[in-house]
């Protein structure tokens, strides 16, 4: 039963570029929730899905976007990167209602 | 918004000791939850507290929550080299939405 599983593992982007990641929930799971984590901080929640949509959100601005698939599958977007975008980026399954998450290994971005 | 606050940043023990962290919380929470990571990549759950409980074991691990003071601690007796890591305290206010704190760095010496 493979877990959460993220990728790309790593990514190199400039300021100004678009970038895509990827989360696939583990087995059964049908929430899937992001989270940014900078260097040496915990993680921040940027947003939930479910039921392919967005449910949750925290206080990221509109450049981070999301989408969830009816596989369950869910990418988050980050348009017009920023430095500051520079972090680890978790992804979270759960079931909804549930309580625990399980999570992936993250993508490491890095923003030049 | 970050909530949990852990305390202390920073621990170095000696293989054996016991590692005792601390986290503090501001809000209303349905539970909380501690994690590990290593060298900065993925969360691995360690335990979950919920709010009507006082105190749970797993393994060599030990948490307790006090509400009334919005404080709970991880404790993790005999440690070994392998506990190396980051731990996190998490809150849940019952949307399954997790707050962190910024974590502790514990370095366990062989």
């Known amino acids: 039963d493979a877990g959460v599983t993220q990728s790309p593992t790593h990514l190199i982007k400039t300021r100004g570029q678009q970038v895509t990641l990827r989360c696939s929930p583990k087995?059964?799971?049908?929430?899937v929730s992001w989270y940014q984590q900078a260097l040496g901080q915990g993680p921040q929640f940027i947003f939930q899905?479910?039921?392919?949509?967005?449910?949750q959100r925290g206080n990221f601005p509109d450049r981070f976007s999301g989408h969830q698939f009816p596989n369950y599958s869910s990418e988050l977007n980050v348009n017009a990167l920023l430095l500051g975008d520079s972090a680890l980026y978790l992804c979270?399954?759960?079931?909804?209602?549930?309580?625990?998450?399980?999570f992936g290994p993250g993508t490491r971005l890095t923003v030049l | 918004s970050q909530q949990g606050e852990e305390d202390p940043q920073a621990l170095s023990i000696q293989e054996g000791e016991n590692a005792t962290m601390n986290c503090s919380y501001k809000?209303?929470?349905?539970?909380l939850q501690w994690y590990r990571q290593n060298s900065g990549r993925g969360l691995v759950h360690l335990i979950l507290i919920r709010s009507n409980e006082r105190e749970k074991h797993s393994g060599r691990l030990r948490v307790t929550l006090d509400t009334s003071k919005k404080s709970s601690s991880l404790l993790i007796t005999a440690s070994r080299a392998a506990d190396t890591a980051s731990y996190f305290c998490?809150?849940?206010?019952?949307?399954?939405?997790?707050?962190f704190g910024k974590g502790n760095q514990v370095v366990v010496i062989p």
């Open positions: 809000t209303s929470i349905n539970n």
């Open positions: 899905y479910y039921e392919e949509e967005e449910r």
């Open positions: 979270a399954s759960s079931l909804q209602g549930g309580d625990e998450q399980f």
């Open positions: 087995s059964g799971h049908d929430t």
């Open positions: 998490a809150t849940d206010d019952g949307n399954n939405r997790l707050a």
